[in-house]
């Protein structure tokens, strides 16, 4: 297929065109693979080169600002963008229980120290016995 004629299609109709492609380029190769010899040997190539043809041609006007189809990707992204509020509602509230939650924990930290410092020294034992385990070893 030419380009001219590609161009000449509107999106829609070239998106129905590419799956169409896709499809018989499908066919061709499930025949290659079983074996038989296909009626134009050559036709896989064609197909393969149409297919570059529609995509690239699609994306030229896609990038113009044509509309169509929005495709997976674009999908996807605009799914992200329609976060429910309730979503979003519990994560600032989940947000905020954690940051109480430090907040408190930076606040009895403090206290730990003073705590450790109440506690009384370890007793150092007498000379006589460090030298009395040392003979031993």
Not at 37 to 49: Q, T
Not at 110 to 137: G, I, S, V
């Amino acid at each position: 297929m030419k380009p001219a004629e590609i161009r000449g299609m509107a999106l829609r109709e070239a998106e129905e065109k590419l799956s169409e492609l896709k499809t018989a380029l499908a066919k061709e190769r499930a025949v290659i693979a079983s074996g038989t010899k296909p009626e134009k040997p050559g036709n896989v190539r064609y197909i393969r080169r149409d297919i570059a043809r529609f995509l690239t041609i699609m994306a030229q006007k896609r990038k113009a600002g044509e509309k169509s189809i929005p495709t997976a990707k674009e999908k996807k992204e605009a799914e992200k963008e329609k976060i429910p509020e309730k979503k979003q509602e519990a994560k600032e509230k989940k947000h905020e229980e954690k940051k109480a939650a430090e907040k408190k924990h930076a606040e009895k930290k403090p206290e730990a120290k003073k705590k450790h410092a109440e506690k009384p020294a370890k007793k150092k034992e007498p000379e006589k016995n460090k030298q009395a385990k040392k003979t031993k070893k």
